[in-house]
């Protein structure tokens, strides 16, 4: 008769009804569960505990997890895309399907267990399908979809040389109208918008077209104007546009970046263009609170000067600039000298920067702090062109982690610079080793094979080539205190490991050996040893053992170790290993 006892997360029975299956080949057992938690099941029939019993039930709350993130709507080709799946205080794991060609990446976030992150590459545009499960069931909401657009694919009609100057800006008058035309036909679906910054402007954007879309600008007042342009909130292109009055106004007009900003040591340059101001010539002076900046003025044309300069200390100064006696218009101007940075002072170090496992996240640190404030880029590339998925961690104070998956084996290079200069070490070669494969594990040898104990040759050979980068363990049972294993190779990169483990019993000796925690083909290896050649003839003929009939099963006994390589860990003897039913402890 069977017998099911249910034990609460309390510790309570719990009442439960078993009855006969309709076909009448088994019983159906039925309990309710009254609080979230671990259930146990023991069953018994007769006095015998039923084969696998007791069965674990985990019984958690009725929701779903909840997502969120940017990547759930919108994304941009060969960008990463991101969200989070917030599974936290729930049993189970996620799942993700991204329909259309893309590289997907799910991981547990380290520091929060339960919330997972999910990256994607999409390859190409259009509306992709986000499919997320929960436990293989599909959660509310899902699938979702995500507009994936190319901004690079948003151009003007006529190119930008019709455009731009060869400064490229856009000159324009006041009460001019500018038509721009954008060939949006392989941007993917989204929308187009335009910020624009400056005095005063009327502006339309209608569609123009299939996959075009017209934008006209009319600037009503002089000055500087800037239109930044974005697709689906991707900047496409940020254009400046210089408006004059319709008519000569005696106006000085000054360009130029030097007029803003600055670095420490650089020379910067800006334009004073005095040719419709008259007759004239202009006085600079560059001044901060308890410094000033020499700055020096070379005609390069008809009433038109250009002004150089080179900071020394960093700080924010004031710009006047007089023509004739008279201070140009929007004078005093102000302009930011920052610092500036070097790139050899920037310190890469850690594991990542030297090898990986594809499908493993690799780790490296960068620390600014010495280098001076400047933009920090990376750019990591297998052998066949394939970039790797990275992600910086800024710790806000000059610190960076960097975290890169790797998509394909090989030799990968990777860029670290700060603005714009190669970091000490940069490029960086990254030898990226294939995932373990224990199916390309070879265990060979005398030592595997049954035998005669006074004659017995105990050695096998494992062998790793071919199998990826991993760690070899060993593990051998047989009679308490009959053999240690020993474990040898050549050198440090050969693959070929040598076993040892030189039993002084007879008995029954269990073989199991394991690459990256997977047993290799043919493990676990069963190996009798005899005390003579005719006690194992009649066990090669059938139904003989050398610990004879009913022997109870002894504690078992091997070796097991660790030794970095560069092709994984192979074990070496450091302790005592006892497995007693399916359990294994390391002591």
Not at 402 to 409: A, K, M, T
Not at 493 to 505: A, F, G, N, Q
């Amino acid at each position: 008769e069977l017998n099911v006892v249910a034990v609460s997360p309390l510790g309570q029975d719990l009442p439960i009804e078993v009855k006969s299956t309709p076909s009448g080949d088994g019983d159906l057992v039925e309990f309710t569960p009254g609080v979230v938690g671990r259930y146990k099941l023991e069953l018994t029939y007769g006095s015998e505990v039923v084969p696998g019993s007791p069965l674990i039930y985990i019984v958690q709350e009725d929701r779903s997890p909840t997502v969120f993130g940017k990547g759930l709507t919108l994304g941009q080709v060969r960008d990463v895309c991101l969200f989070k799946i917030d599974g936290r205080g729930m049993q189970g794991e996620p799942r993700v399907e991204i329909t259309g060609r893309c590289r997907t990446v799910v991981q547990e976030d380290k520091d929060e267990p339960g919330l997972y992150i999910v990256k994607y590459i999409p390859e190409e545009v259009g509306h992709t399908q986000i499919h997320i499960f929960w436990n293989e069931i599909e959660i509310p909401g899902s699938p979702f979809q995500a507009r994936i657009c190319d901004a690079g694919a948003v151009i003007p009609i006529s190119g930008w040389a019709n455009l731009l100057d060869k400064e490229g800006r856009m000159d324009m008058v006041v009460g001019e109208e500018k038509l721009i035309t954008w060939d949006v036909s392989k941007a993917g679906p989204g929308s187009m918008d335009i910020e624009i910054q400056g005095p005063k402007y009327d502006h339309r954007l209608d569609n123009a077209g299939p996959g075009r879309i017209k934008f006209v600008f009319i600037p009503r007042k002089e000055g500087t104007f800037t239109l930044n342009t974005k697709w689906n909130g991707v900047p496409v292109r940020t254009m400046q546009v210089v408006v004059r009055g319709g008519k000569p106004s005696g106006r000085v007009v000054l360009t130029g970046k030097g007029l803003v900003s600055a670095i420490c040591g650089e020379e910067s340059v800006f334009v004073i263009n005095g040719s419709e101001g008259g007759d004239g010539e202009p006085e600079v002076k560059l001044s901060g609170i308890d410094s000033a900046i020499p700055v020096s003025c070379r005609r390069i044309g008809q009433n038109v000067w250009e002004a150089t300069y080179t900071p020394s200390r960093p700080g924010t100064y004031l710009l006047n600039v007089t023509w004739s006696g008279r201070l140009v218009k929007e004078c005093p101007l102000k302009v930011v000298v920052e610092p500036p940075s070097n790139a050899s002072k920037v310190v890469c170090s850690g594991d990542g920067l030297r090898a990986g496992t594809l499908g493993k996240e690799i780790k490296c640190y960068i620390d600014t702090r010495s280098a001076g404030q400047d933009e920090l880029t990376i750019k990591c590339e297998g052998p066949h062109g394939k970039k790797a998925l990275s992600e910086l961690n800024d710790h806000r104070d000059g610190r960076f982690t960097l975290y890169i998956r790797p998509q394909e084996v090989g030799r990968h290079s990777l860029s670290v610079q700060y603005g714009g200069n190669h970091v000490p070490g940069s490029p960086f070669n990254l030898r990226i080793s294939a995932a373990p494969d224990p199916g390309k594990v070879r265990v060979y040898g005398p030592g595997v094979e049954h035998g005669v104990l006074a004659r017995y040759q105990s050695r096998f050979i494992c062998d790793t080539r071919g199998a990826g980068a991993g760690q070899l363990t060993v593990r051998i049972r047989g009679p308490k205190g009959a053999f240690r294993v020993e474990m040898q190779r050549e050198s440090q990169k050969d693959r070929t490991i040598l076993c040892k483990y030189e039993p002084t019993e007879p008995g029954d000796y269990r073989i199991e050996v394991r690459w990256s925690g997977e047993h290799v083909p043919g493990s676990p290896f069963i190996v009798m040893i005899f005390d003579t050649e005719e006690e194992l003839n009649r066990f090669l003929q059938g139904g003989y053992s050398p610990g004879g009939p009913h022997v109870p099963q002894p504690d078992f006994y091997g070796s097991i170790g660790h030794h970095y390589s560069p092709y994984g860990n192979m074990g070496y003897p450091m302790g005592t290993l006892s497995w007693r039913g399916s359990q294994a402890n390391i002591h």
